[in-house]
């Protein structure tokens, strides 16, 4: 039996669809290979989200071509589409590589032997994004091997921020039908899984392509209507459409869970402009007290893009100070990367990478500061967990994601039967690194 090996870089959506490819692998009769010297074929999912990203991404190729000279090596994904000449360049790229474009992906598994025998009808150019695209999603419920699935919905985007790739990496905004949707809930649910992450480039946008116009707060009520999980959260949503629906769906403690994951990026509101983020200031403080007044206790991430062109010292403290004023419960620090083929990538007035350092190591301060607040209003309250399949490997205790993402180690006497479980917990005390230890409401 062949063996196959994937190794993927990047985003939730680059997971999901390297594990969507590893499925229909193995419904050919492929085998997942443990170690990487036992495959035959290897597949990089790349990544091009930064500079770095990609230069990872060609780093990982090199290696894997280095040390298996004689496999088929596959390579996809984002920095595949954006610079598939520099992955060309990398030696034997020519003679044992093959570079597959973003909407070809999910056909993989059906092309791999032409594939291995160098006579693929798959085209291996990019994808021209300016012709109109459709949703190129697996015909499978993607399974991976998390207790918490992953659904990609929607893919692509239309904003074209100044400091972003994605958009020529994935094209523009496509969703998954609605009927599609609800047939992989059905098939997550009867596999066993109890959460389902609704997951995309830009989430938020779901539903704008389709013949039958629908948005993200349709799906959503549909999806509390129908019941077909136990719990539906949302991996990331933008502030302009983090509408008065979706808040008041999550405040119900019915299906949507309690917990938004927002890009603010900047706090001020000069360096929004420059960021052609579609938003100010006082919209995005508004919405977060919408929020935390709706459902004081949901759990709220924020993303900051620091050092963007021309931030100064008081334009960074703009969204320091922000922050640390709102009640957020953590935050993602990104370091601006400039990235060849943006807008921002022109841009005059670099902030000094040493500054960049010491701007993201202050924000990473009040990261902390943040969860240990959040913790601190989470004790002593009942909450309902999901409990993880794999225990801490560190403890060997079982630990559960709550619905306003909190992670929750539980005692170890509690049973292993647990696993892949919704159960009621309070968290009782956290230790000097955060790590919860919780107690299980019978």
């Not at 010297?37 to 990609?54: E, H, L, R, Y």
């Not at 230069?55 to 290696?63: C, E, L, T, V």
């Not at 400091?163 to 609605?178: D, L």
């Not at 159960?423 to 409401?441: E, F, H, R, S, T």
Request: glycine content about 6%.
């Amino acid at each position: 039996m062949k063996k196959f090996y994937i190794q993927t870089l990047g985003c939730k959506v680059n997971q999901y669809e390297s594990d969507g490819i590893a499925l229909s692998l193995e419904r050919q009769g492929w085998q997942k290979a443990k170690k990487k010297q036992a495959a035959d074929v290897f597949i990089i999912n790349t990544c091009a989200v930064t500079s770095k990203a990609g230069m990872q991404s060609r780093q990982a190729i090199r290696k894997i071509i280095r040390e298996n000279p004689n496999a088929t090596v596959i390579v996809t994904g984002c920095h595949a589409q954006t610079d598939p000449d520099q992955i060309k360049k990398i030696d034997q790229m020519n003679q044992t590589g093959h570079i597959v474009c973003h909407k070809d992906k999910t056909k993989i598994a059906k092309h791999i032997t032409d594939i291995c025998d160098n006579s693929s009808p798959l085209n291996f150019k990019k994808t021209d994004h300016t012709k109109a695209s459709v949703f190129h999603g697996f015909d499978h419920a993607v399974k991976g091997e998390m207790t918490r699935a992953y659904l990609k919905i929607q893919d692509g985007c239309n904003a074209f921020c100044t400091y972003c790739i994605v958009p020529h990496a994935r094209g523009a905004s496509v969703s998954m039908p609605e009927k599609e949707v609800f047939k992989h809930l059905k098939e997550l649910n009867s596999s066993g899984f109890k959460e389902v992450i609704l997951t995309g480039i830009h989430t938020g946008m779901y539903g704008i392509d389709l013949e039958k116009k629908s948005s993200l707060v349709q799906l959503l009520e549909k999806i509390n209507d129908q019941r077909p999980v136990h719990r539906i959260r949302l991996s990331s949503i933008e502030p302009a459409e983090l509408n008065d629906g979706i808040i008041n769906l999550a405040g119900q403690g019915n299906i949507l869970c309690d917990h938004f994951h927002i890009p603010l990026q900047s706090g001020d509101d000069d360096i929004l402009k420059k960021m052609r983020r579609p938003y100010d200031v006082g919209f995005f403080k508004e919405i977060i007290h919408k929020i935390h007044k709706t459902i004081p206790n949901a759990g709220i991430g924020i993303d900051t893009l620091i050092g963007f062109p021309s931030e100064t010292q008081k334009q960074f403290e703009n969204t320091y100070n922000l922050l640390e004023t709102l009640p957020i419960s953590y935050l993602h620090v990104f370091p601006f990367s400039a990235r060849k083929g943006t807008p921002a990538y022109h841009f005059d007035d670099k902030v000094d990478a040493g500054v960049i350092k010491q701007r993201c190591e202050a924000m990473r301060k009040l990261d902390k500061i943040k969860r240990k607040s959040f913790i601190d209003a989470n004790l002593n309250r009942r909450l309902e967990g999901l409990v993880q399949h794999k225990p801490d490997l560190k403890t060997g205790l079982l630990k559960a994601v709550t619905s306003n993402y909190l992670t929750v180690f539980l005692n170890k006497n509690h049973d292993h039967n647990l696993k892949g479980k919704i159960i009621d917990l309070v968290p009782a005390q956290y230790d000097k690194d955060m790590n919860i230890l919780g107690k299980i409401i019978e």
